[in-house]
C-alpha cells in the first residue's frame, strides 16, 4: 500500500536530517498534525503560537541545516509569516507546511472559517508564497515530482519553501514511486559549467599571486551551504588572513589563528581593522558580503569594487567581470586543490600581521555597585564555555556582543538582516533541539523578552536546557537610542522575570536575579555549577539608552531634506 500525501512528505522532509516540527495545530491541518504524532522520525513540538513556531524553525534551521513549520490555513499561516520571511531574508531552508479546506468544500463554493466570506480560497497563498523561493499545492498525483523540485530549489537557494496540502488529499495514497532522500550534508551544489570554474580559479589565483595585502572576507553563506570545514581547510593551504562582519561573527572559532577581527566601517573592532580591511589590495568576499547598515557601522565602510573578488553561491563578480555557473562549493574546492599544488601563498603586509584581535575585556565593578553594561559583559565572556552557542536578540544587546570577542570554540546566532525584535527566544528553543552539544546561552533585552517570552514553558516542555539572561532596563533600549527624544512608548510593564519559569511549568531550572556585581557573580557561579537549565534577570540602568546624536540617527534613516 503506497505511504499517503502527508505521510510521504514527512518522510521525505525527515531523510534531510529534521527531527522536530514547529507549530499549532489547527482542523484544516489536522492530517498533517496526525501523521506528526506518529511518526518515527519526527517529533512535535506544540509552540506558544505560530510566530514563535515559526522562530524556532528559523533556529532549528540554522543549526541542523533545514526545519519544518507547520501552521492552519489562514489564520495559522499568516501569523508565521512574519518568522518565514527572516528565514527568506537570512537563507534557510524553512519548509512551511500548510493545511488547506478540502477539494469538496472548494468545489461545492462552501464560506467556511479562516476565510473572507468570499470563497476566495486561493487568496493567502501568494502572501505565503511570497515568504519562500518556491511553493506547490500537492496531490497525490503529483506529490513524488513536486516534492523533489521543491526541495531541490529550496536547497539549492537555502531558502524557505510553501507547501499546501487540501485536507481531504492528504489521506489518499500517493501515485507514482516514492524516493527515498539523504540528509542534507551529503547534499552538493550543482555542478559548475567547467569554462566558467576555471576562468574564475585563474583570476583569483592570479589575483592573489600579484597581491601584496590580500585578505579573506567570509560570510554566513559558507553555513548556510555546509562549507564552514572546507572554508577552514582553504585557510590553511592558502595562509591567508581574514575578518568577519557582525552578520558573519564567529564563523570559525575567534580563537582561530587567521582570525584579525570584525570589520564594522567605522564601528570595527579592532579600530585600526577597518584601515586594513579598506586598503586590501585583493578582498576575497566568500559568499557575497551584505552591505547593510548594521553590518557595515551605519554604512561607514567603503569597499573599493575594483579590488573585491565576490564568491557568490552561484555566480562570481570581481569589478565589471561576472561569471555565471559557478558554485561556491567547486571554487572552494578548486582553489584548494591548485594551492596544494603550489608552494607559493600570497604575500600578506610584508608577512606581519596587520592587526591583533580584541582581547578579554578587561573586569570592572566589584561587590555592592549596581550592574550595567562596563561590568557586564566583562563577566559574561568569561562565563561562557568553550562549546557554547550565544544567541541575542536585536538590540543593545546584540551591540554589544558583536563588539566582544568570543572565547576560543563559542559559536553565536543573531539575526541581523532581518532584526525581528522577539526571535532570540524561540529561536533560541529551535537551536537547543537541533544542536544537543552545545549549551545554549540566550542574551535578550527585556523588550524583546516580553514579545516571545511563551516559548519560556515549550523549553520546559520539551526538557532542553538553555541559560537565559535577560537584560532588565525597563523599556525598548535600542528604540531608545533611535528615538532622539525619551519617549513614554519605549517604557515596558514592570514584570518579575526571575518567577516566569516557575509559572510556565519549567522544573529544575535555576533562577535568579542579579542587581549588583557580587550578586551576579555569584549567579553566573551557580549556573555554571548547575546541571539544567537556568534562567537569571540582570539590572541594567535604563539610563544607558540616551538617544544617539541627532547626525547618527539621521544617517540611519535619512529623513532630513539634503
Not at 582570525?259 to 585583493?282: H, I, K
Not at 596587520?354 to 562596563?374: F, H, I, K, N, Y
Amino acid at each position: 500500500m503506497p505511504p499517503s500525501v502527508v505521510t510521504y512528505v514527512l518522510d521525505r522532509l525527515a531523510d534531510l536530517g529534521i527531527g522536530h516540527v514547529f507549530g499549532v495545530p489547527g482542523d484544516y491541518s489536522f492530517p498533517l498534525n496526525d501523521a506528526v504524532e506518529v511518526h518515527p522520525r519526527l517529533q512535535w513540538v506544540p509552540s506558544a503560537n505560530e510566530l514563535n513556531a515559526a522562530y524556532a524553525a528559523d533556529g532549528y534551521a540554522r543549526r541542523r541545516g533545514a526545519a519544518i513549520v507547520c501552521t492552519t490555513y489562514g489564520v495559522g499561516e499568516l501569523s508565521a509569516l512574519n518568522g518565514v520571511m527572516g528565514s527568506m531574508a537570512e537563507r534557510l531552508p524553512v519548509f512551511h507546511l500548510v493545511g488547506t479546506p478540502s477539494v469538496r468544500i472548494v468545489r461545492q463554493g462552501l464560506i467556511c472559517h479562516h476565510t473572507l466570506g468570499d470563497t476566495r480560497y486561493d487568496r493567502f497563498e501568494a502572501i505565503s508564497a511570497a515568504a519562500g523561493c518556491v511553493s506547490a499545492r500537492l496531490t497525490p498525483e503529483n506529490v513524488v515530482v513536486e516534492l523533489e523540485r521543491v526541495i531541490d530549489k529550496a536547497l539549492e537557494d537555502s531558502r524557505p519553501a510553501y507547501l499546501t496540502v487540501p485536507m481531504d488529499l492528504a489521506l489518499m495514497p500517493i501515485t507514482g514511486t516514492p524516493i527515498q532522500g539523504t540528509p542534507i550534508g551529503s547534499i552538493d551544489q550543482h555542478a559548475s559549467v567547467a569554462v566558467e570554474l576555471d576562468a574564475v580559479l585563474d583570476l583569483v589565483m592570479e589575483r592573489l599571486a600579484e597581491a601584496t595585502r590580500p585578505l579573506v572576507m567570509p560570510t554566513v553563506t559558507l553555513k548556510r551551504f555546509g562549507l564552514v570545514e572546507t572554508f577552514a581547510t582553504f585557510l590553511e593551504v592558502s595562509g591567508l588572513a581574514y575578518a568577519t562582519t557582525p552578520m558573519d561573527k564567529a564563523l570559525l572559532s575567534e580563537g582561530h589563528p587567521a582570525f584579525l577581527g570584525m570589520y564594522n566601517g567605522a564601528r570595527s573592532t579592532p579600530a585600526a581593522l577597518q584601515g586594513v580591511v579598506e586598503g586590501a589590495d585583493v578582498l576575497l568576499d566568500v559568499g557575497g558580503l551584505v552591505m547593510e547598515d548594521l553590518n557595515t557601522g551605519l554604512w561607514s565602510g567603503h569597499l573599493d569594487s575594483r579590488r573585491v573578488i565576490s564568491l557568490h553561491a552561484d555566480w562570481v563578480q570581481a569589478g565589471d567581470q561576472v561569471f555565471t555557473s559557478v558554485s561556491l562549493s567547486e571554487v572552494l574546492a578548486g582553489l584548494i586543490k591548485r594551492f596544494k599544488a603550489s608552494d607559493a601563498k600570497p604575500s600578506q603586509w610584508g608577512e606581519q600581521r596587520p592587526v591583533q584581535p580584541e582581547p578579554l575585556m578587561p573586569l570592572a565593578g566589584e561587590g555592592d555597585q549596581p550592574t550595567a553594561s562596563a561590568n557586564v559583559y566583562p563577566r559574561l565572556q568569561r562565563f561562557l564555555r568553550p562549546t557554547d552557542l550565544l544567541m541575542s536578540d536585536t538590540g543593545t544587546s546584540l551591540l554589544k556582543l558583536n563588539a566582544m570577542r568570543l572565547p576560543d570554540g563559542v559559536a553565536i546566532e543573531t539575526q541581523t538582516l532581518w532584526g525581528s525584535i522577539g526571535w532570540a527566544t524561540p529561536a533560541a528553543l529551535g537551536c537547543a533541539l537541533a544542536d544537543a552539544e552545545r549549551r545554549v546561552v540566550l542574551v535578550t533585552g527585556d523588550g524583546a523578552h516580553q514579545l516571545t517570552v511563551q516559548e519560556i514553558g515549550v523549553m520546559g516542555f520539551t526538557g532542553v536546557k538553555p541559560v537565559v539572561i535577560v537584560l532588565n532596563n525597563g523599556l525598548y533600549g535600542v528604540e531608545a537610542l533611535l528615538s532622539e527624544t525619551g519617549h513614554a512608548y519605549n517604557d515596558l510593564p514592570p514584570w518579575r522575570y526571575a518567577q516566569l519559569p516557575e509559572a510556565f511549568g519549567c522544573q529544575g531550572w535555576w533562577c535568579g536575579q542579579a542587581s549588583t556585581v557580587a550578586e551576579l557573580e555569584q549567579a553566573l557561579a551557580a549556573i555554571n555549577a548547575h546541571d539544567g537549565a537556568a534562567y537569571l534577570e540582570v539590572s541594567i540602568p535604563a539610563e544607558e539608552s540616551q538617544p544617539l546624536p541627532e547626525a547618527m540617527i539621521e544617517t540611519l534613516h535619512q529623513t532630513a531634506t539634503p
